[in-house]
Antibody, heavy 117, light 107 residues
């Protein structure tokens, strides 16, 4: 069974940093690209970042470019999102989602990030 | 950036009725469009990919059509578990983008 489990969310002050993790199981992690997608409270879905299976291709949404960094450790079947200089508008549930030809076929349950003083 | 506009924002229907949801792109995305279902407090679930292909385990009452800039998700006969929010997403160009969603609610 394909599973993606996010962790690392929590309360952080504006300007602070947080590192999210996504642990994958039930599939060959090294064969798939992964994305981060977020959803602000009561709002729609926003794609944030993509990393290819070998980390050779990485893309970001303009809203997080220069502040967020995506990475993966294929030896640990894990994906990460380093988030720096957090803003109030970064408050959201953050999902990792597996890519199959850029469609997001499996999603984690999400982790909540709250940016507030 | 390709903007996806979904309509209507809310669709009020009864179980057994047919639901027709629209997604329009600001430029052609060919057939590179997917549809997702999201229920409250849950992660989105892939329903349709490449405009018309049902994902694994998705019932036949869900169908997708369209190409270029205009796409439709049809639910032929609404089941109680189908009342949810539906999003379209394009994979033609970076950044990947989602539509704003259509909420299908019980009338």
């Amino acid at each position: 069974e394909v599973q993606l489990v996010e962790s690392g969310g929590g309360l952080v002050q504006p300007g602070g940093s947080l590192r999210l993790s996504c642990a994958a199981s039930g599939f060959t992690f090294t064969s798939y690209s992964i994305n981060w997608v977020r959803q602000a409270p009561g709002k729609g879905l926003e794609w944030l970042s993509y990393i290819s299976s070998t980390s050779s291709a990485i893309y970001y949404a303009d809203s997080v470019k220069g502040r967020f960094t995506i990475s993966r450790d294929n030896a640990k079947n894990s994906l990460y999102l380093q988030m720096n200089n957090l803003r109030d508008e970064d408050t959201a549930v953050y999902y990792c989602a597996r890519s199959a030809s850029y469609r997001l076929d499996y999603w984690g349950q999400g982790t909540l990030v709250t940016v507030s003083s | 950036e390709i903007v996806l506009t979904q309509s209507p924002a809310t669709l009020s229907l009864s179980p057994g009725e047919r639901a027709t949801l629209s997604c329009r792109a600001t430029q052609s995305v060919s057939s590179y469009l997917a549809w997702y279902q999201q229920k409250p407090g849950r992660a989105p679930r892939l329903l349709i990919y490449d405009a018309s292909n049902r994902a694994t385990g998705i019932p036949a009452r869900f169908s997708g059509s369209g190409s270029g800039t205009d796409f439709t998700l049809t639910i032929s006969s609404l089941e109680p578990e189908d009342f949810a929010v539906y999003y379209c997403q394009q994979r033609s160009n970076w950044p990947l983008t989602f539509g704003g969603g259509t909420k299908v609610e019980i009338k």
